[in-house]
């Protein structure tokens, strides 16, 4: 919900944060430059759907009407008694509100000063960030991306670490016994398992050094062409 919000181009851009994480029920209240705007638009890019279903209000007390939890996002403090979450904090308070039938709604001042403590007080918690003091201020948009975040991974499972493997495989042990064995083979032709009281313990270390690579089938097959191009290059230039 963005009250009296300033300009057209920070509603399109924070349309465009809330559908990146799946967030579309926008609500202006007093939008200073009107509404529909086509700055909004230009700036959403993408994210059109959140503003052709946006509701407007003419102030706070309608834009609320109908939530029975509200929180207000702000970085200063505001002297008044409220409980405070963290944007991570918000997101897992308003996923179990929201799954018990509450309805719940996030207010973000406009981009000159914020909320007012009026508009706070109206609120039944805060949302703070914990942010460098000396420059608190967060862009509206960006509030409302960190905000949508969280609550994304709020509601969304996602693993932390993740392999992307462009169509591929990992190697399999059989597939890295092969290329260890091409590259002995070569190396062995080449000389380099010198004196030969230590080619052992070198061809241990090169096995041990293949099995501590994360290759997949493709890098596997990738090596043993380098290796056979080699190979040929260095034929060639002994004829």
Known sequence: MLVRP???ENVGAAARAMW?????????????????????????SGAGRVLD???????????IGDCTFVYATTARPRDLTKTVFTPEAAAQDMARRIAEGERVAILF????????????ARANAIISVDVNPEFP?????????????????ATHEAPAVREEMAGTQKASALEMDH????????????????????????????RNLWSRMPLTGQDVQT?????????????????
């Open 6 to 8: 300033q300009m057209g």
């Open 20 to 44: 990146n994480f799946g967030l579309q029920r926008m609500r202006l209240v007093d939008p200073r430059d009107g509404w529909p705007n086509p700055r909004a638009v230009a700036m959403a």
């Open 53 to 63: 279903a946006a509701q407007v209000h003419g102030d706070l007390t309608g834009a």
């Open 109 to 120: 001042g406009p981009e000159r000063a914020g909320l007012e403590n009026e508009d706070v």
């Open 137 to 153: 201020s967060l862009n509206l948009a960006q509030c409302v991306l960190l905000v949508g975040y969280e609550w994304r991974r």
């Open 179 to 206: 290329l260890a064995r091409h590259f002995e083979e070569r190396l062995t032709e080449a000389g380099f398992f010198f004196p030969d009281h230590k080619a052992e313990s070198m061809k241990l270390s090169l």
């Open 223 to 239: 090596l043993h062409g380098i290796l056979r191009q080699m190979v040929r290059w260095a034929r060639r230039r002994d004829d």
